[in-house]
C-alpha cells in the first residue's frame, strides 16, 4: 500500500509535531462561536470561492490591509517577510525586479524569457514577466499566498506556489483618505484615493494616486547626483464597478499606470580572486583585494560607456476586466480579461567597484493579453464544490542586451524576442462524503508554444526556435474536519514548468543556443488547521516532500560571456511550516511563523569540456534561495488613553538563515555574495483616532531599527576574477500622517 512508501513515513514524520499539538489544544475549544477578542475571521479566494482561509485545505498565508501596516509591508517584495519557507528580494540593476522563492523554488533571472516559478496575478489576471512585479502596495484589499504547486486551478508557472493580490473595490458610499509621510535620507510620498458613486447605485468610481522620492543610500563620489538606491516613482489607479440593478452582473474595470526612474541597485564588491584581477590587468583604485562593506564611500563609475546614467526608467499599463453573474444561488459564471504593457531601459554597474570594468544594459519591452473564463458552484444539494474554467494568455517580449569591458562592447550583444502562447482547460470537485469527510479530485490540460529568435551582435549570426509543449497535471486531496474548528488534510499533486530557450545566451557562437525541457515536480502535501482556546489561538502546520524531475538550472559559461540551461536528473525538497496566531488579551496580538526546508540534488551529469564525459556534480550543487531555518513574528499591544484615541505599538522580526544566491552554481563554497544569515527588526507605533478626531491617525515607523548589515542578492562572477554583493536596506525612519473622510475604507 501507499501508506507505507518511504515518501509517505517521512511526510508523516515531517507534520508529526503539527498533528499531536492540533488535537491537545482543540479539546479546550468552547462551543461559543460568536464573542469579544476572538481571531477575525479571514476570506480569501485561493480556490476561486469565497471561503473562510482556515476552511481552505491548502497552506496559504493572507494579509489584509491592517496586517500589511502592521508589518511594515510597503512594497511587493516585503510579502515574503511573514510568509514561511517565502524569499522575496530585488535583483540586481534597480528596485524594479520583485523575484520570488517558496519551499526553494523559483527563478532567479527577471528576464522575459525566462518565466516565474511563483506566479503573481493581480485583480485575477496573472502576469507573464517577473519585471515590473516590484512596486508599492497602496489600497489593497488583501493579499493571498499559496505555497506549494497549484497546477490545478492557476496552472502556468505556479510550480512553487501563487500569490494573488486583491485591490480594494468602487463601492457607493462617499469616502476619501490623504495620507503623508516624511523621513531619513530626503524621503517624503504621498498618497491617497476618492471612492464614490458616480450614476445612484448601479455605478462606482475609486481613484487612487501614490508618489514617493528618496536620496540615495549609498553615495558616488564620483558623480553627484548619480547615487544609488533612490525612490522616484508614481503610479495611478482608476477602478468602476458596475452592479445593474437584479440582474445578478458584477462588472469590475480596473486601469493603472506605474512610472518609475531610479538609480542602479548597490552592488559592490563581494571578493576578489587573484587570478581574476591578473586576467582583468588592473586594480580598482578605492578598494584594496578584499571585500567592500556597507557604508564605503564610492558605489560605481561615473558614467556608463554610452554616456547614460547608470539606473533603470520602466513604464507600466495594466487593464483588468472582471465580469460576474450570478446564474443561480449554486452557479457563477465569470470572465476576467487583462493587458499589460511594460517598457523598460536599464543600464548596471557590474562589477561593484569605481573602475569601469564591467557595465550591462538592457532595453526591455514586454506585451501581454490574459483570458479566463470561470464557472464555480454546488451541485447535488450542496454535496459537491466545483470549479472550472479555461484560460488563454499570450506574450510578446523583446529584448537587446549590451554588455561592455572597460567601456569597450564584449557583446553588443544580443537581441532575444519572443512570441509565448498558453492555454489550459481545468476542472476541481470537492465531494461531501459526510459532514466531516471531503475527497477532492482535480486536473488540468495545458499546451504552449514557445517561439524565440535570437541574434548575436558579435557575429551577426541568427536563429529562430519553436518548441511545444502539453502536460496533464492531476490532484487528488483528503481533508478531514474531526471538529468544528480543526482540520486535517493531505494531498498529492503534480507541478509543471514548460522548457524554453537560454534567456541570455552566450553572444559567440550559436552552438551554446541549446533548448531545454520540461521540468515535473510531484509533491506530498499534509497539514492541519485549527482554532482553539474559544478561537483566541489559530495554529496551521503544513509539511511537503517533493520529488523534482528535470529541474531547469542556469550555468554561467565565462569565456562565452553568457548562459546555458541544463535539466538537472532529480532532487528533493521536504519541510514543514508553522503558523500560530493568538489573541490572550483584547490588546495583545501575537503572531509566529517558523519553517524548516531541505533541498538535496540526487542525480545532476553534466559534461566535463576538458574531457566529454558526463560527470555526476550532485554533491557540488546546490539549492538557490532555499534558507533551511526561517521564523518570523509580531507582537502588538494597544495603550488605552484617557483623553483622545487609541495607541498600538508594534514590534516585528524575522531570522532568515543562509542561502546561496549565486548564478553559477559552480561555485557554491564561495559565501561573499550570499545572503548570510540575519535578524532584522520593524517597528511601528500608531495612534489612531488622533487629536480626538475619527479616522485621522499618527505613526513613527523604523525598518531594519537595529541598522543589521546583510546581504540580499550577489552574483558569481569568479570566473572572471570577483564576486559582487547587494547588501540588504539600511535603518529607515519616517513619520506618517493620515486622515480618512466620509466611509473611506
Do not use: C
Amino acid at each position: 500500500m501507499f501508506l507505507s512508501t518511504p515518501r509517505w513515513n517521512q511526510l508523516v514524520r515531517t507534520v508529526f509535531l503539527g498533528t499531536i499539538l492540533g488535537p491537545m489544544a482543540v479539546a479546550a475549544e468552547d462551543s461559543v462561536d460568536e464573542y469579544e477578542g476572538q481571531i477575525e475571521l479571514v476570506i480569501v479566494t485561493a480556490e476561486k470561492r469565497e471561503q473562510p482561509l482556515q476552511d481552505v485545505p491548502l497552506a496559504v498565508s493572507s494579509f489584509a490591509t491592517e496586517d500589511l501596516q502592521r508589518l511594515v509591508v510597503n512594497e511587493t517584495v516585503d510579502i515574503g517577510k511573514y510568509v514561511p519557507g517565502m524569499v522575496f528580494y530585488n535583483t540586481t540593476g534597480g528596485n524594479n525586479r520583485g523575484v520570488s522563492f517558496i519551499r526553494g523554488i523559483g527563478q532567479w533571472d527577471s528576464h522575459p524569457a525566462n518565466s516565474g516559478r511563483v506566479a503573481m496575478y493581480i485583480d485575477g489576471i496573472y502576469l507573464g514577466n517577473q519585471t515590473g512585479m516590484a512596486g508599492t502596495l497602496y489600497d489593497i484589499e488583501r493579499v493571498e499566498v499559496l505555497r506549494g504547486p497549484q497546477g490545478t486551478l492557476y496552472g502556468r508557472n505556479t510550480i512553487g506556489g501563487a500569490i494573488n493580490v486583491i485591490s480594494k473595490k468602487p463601492s457607493g458610499e462617499p469616502g476619501s483618505s490623504l495620507e503623508v509621510r516624511g523621513g531619513e535620507q530626503g524621503y517624503f510620498e504621498a498618497r491617497g484615493h476618492l471612492n464614490g458613486p458616480i450614476a445612484g447605485e448601479a455605478l462606482a468610481g475609486r481613484l487612487v494616486f501614490q508618489h514617493a522620492i528618496r536620496d540615495g543610500l549609498v553615495e558616488n563620489e564620483l558623480a553627484a547626483g548619480d547615487d544609488a538606491e533612490d525612490l522616484d516613482r508614481w503610479s495611478m489607479r482608476a477602478a468602476l464597478r458596475w452592479l445593474p440593478p437584479d440582474s445578478g452582473l458584477v462588472a469590475d474595470y480596473v486601469f493603472e499606470r506605474s512610472e518609475f526612474d531610479e538609480g542602479d541597485s548597490a552592488d559592490r564588491l563581494g571578493a576578489v580572486v587573484d587570478r581574476g584581477w591578473v586576467r582583468l590587468g588592473r586594480l580598482p583604485r578605492t578598494v584594496e583585494l578584499g571585500p567592500s562593506r556597507p557604508g564605503d564611500p564610492f558605489f560605481n563609475s561615473d558614467r556608463a560607456p554610452d554616456g547614460s546614467r547608470f539606473g533603470a526608467d520602466m513604464t507600466l499599463d495594466f487593464h483588468a476586466l472582471s465580469v460576474g453573474w450570478g446564474v443561480t444561488p449554486d452557479l457563477e459564471l465569470k470572465s476576467i480579461t487583462g493587458w499589460r504593457d511594460m517598457e523598460l531601459r536599464n543600464m548596471n554597474d557590474v562589477d561593484g567597484t569605481d573602475v569601469l570594468a564591467f557595465s550591462a544594459g538592457s532595453v526591455v519591452t514586454h506585451e501581454q493579453i490574459y483570458q479566463e473564463l470561470q464557472a464555480v458552484g454546488t451541485a447535488i444539494g450542496g454535496a459537491v464544490d466545483y470549479a472550472a474554467g479555461a484560460s488563454f494568455f499570450n506574450e510578446k517580449f523583446e529584448t537587446a542586451q549590451n554588455n561592455f569591458f572597460f567601456g569597450r562592447p564584449v557583446n553588443l550583444g544580443r537581441q532575444v524576442d519572443g512570441d509565448n502562447d498558453a492555454s489550459g482547460v481545468y476542472g476541481q470537485a470537492s465531494i461531501h462524503v459526510s459532514a466531516k469527510l471531503a475527497l477532492t479530485v482535480g486536473a488540468r490540460y495545458t499546451e504552449e508554444t514557445k517561439k524565440q529568435f535570437v541574434e548575436l551582435f558579435t557575429n551577426r549570426d541568427s536563429a529562430d526556435f519553436t518548441a511545444d509543449f502539453d502536460n496533464f497535471s492531476p490532484m487528488f486531496r483528503v481533508n478531514w474536519d474531526w471538529r468544528e474548528s480543526a482540520m486535517a488534510y493531505v494531498s498529492w499533486s503534480k507541478g509543471y514548468q514548460a522548457g524554453g530557450f537560454p534567456a541570455r545566451p552566450p553572444a559567440t557562437s550559436r552552438a551554446f543556443l541549446v533548448p531545454y525541457d520540461e521540468e515535473i515536480l510531484s509533491a506530498w502535501d499534509a497539514g492541519i488547521k485549527a482554532q482553539f482556546l474559544q478561537r483566541r489561538v489559530q495554529l496551521n502546520v503544513a509539511g511537503y516532500y517533493y520529488d523534482y524531475k528535470d529541474q531547469q538550472i542556469s550555468n554561467y559559461i565565462a569565456e562565452a560571456n553568457g548562459f546555458t540551461i541544463d535539466n538537472a536528473g532529480k532532487s528533493r525538497i521536504r519541510g514543514i511550516e508553522f503558523e500560530l496566531r493568538a489573541t490572550p488579551t483584547d490588546r495583545l496580538d501575537l503572531i509566529l511563523n517558523a519553517a524548516w526546508n531541505n533541498g538535496k540534488f540526487l542525480e545532476y551529469t553534466q559534461t566535463d569540456p576538458a574531457t566529454g564525459r558526463d560527470v555526476d556534480v550532485s554533491e557540488e550543487r546546490v539549492h538557490l534561495r532555499s534558507p533551511r531555518h526561517m521564523v518570523s513574528g509580531s507582537v502588538r499591544y494597544s495603550f488605552p488613553l484617557a483623553t483622545a484615541g487609541e495607541l498600538w505599538a508594534t514590534l516585528n522580526s524575522r531570522y532568515v538563515g543562509a542561502q546561496y544566491s549565486n548564478v553559477n552554481p559552480n561555485a557554491p563554497a564561495i559565501r561573499s555574495y550570499s545572503p548570510n544569515s540575519h535578524t532584522v527588526w520593524d517597528l511601528r507605533v500608531q495612534l489612531d483616532d488622533a487629536f480626538g478626531r475619527e479616522g485621522t491617525w499618527f505613526a513613527f515607523v523604523g525598518q531594519n531599527i537595529t541598522d543589521k548589515k546583510y546581504i540580499d542578492f550577489g552574483i558569481d562572477l569568479t570566473t572572471l576574477g570577483w564576486t559582487t554583493a547587494r547588501w540588504g536596506l539600511p535603518r529607515l525612519l519616517w513619520a506618517e500622517f493620515g486622515m480618512r473622510f466620509g466611509h473611506a475604507r
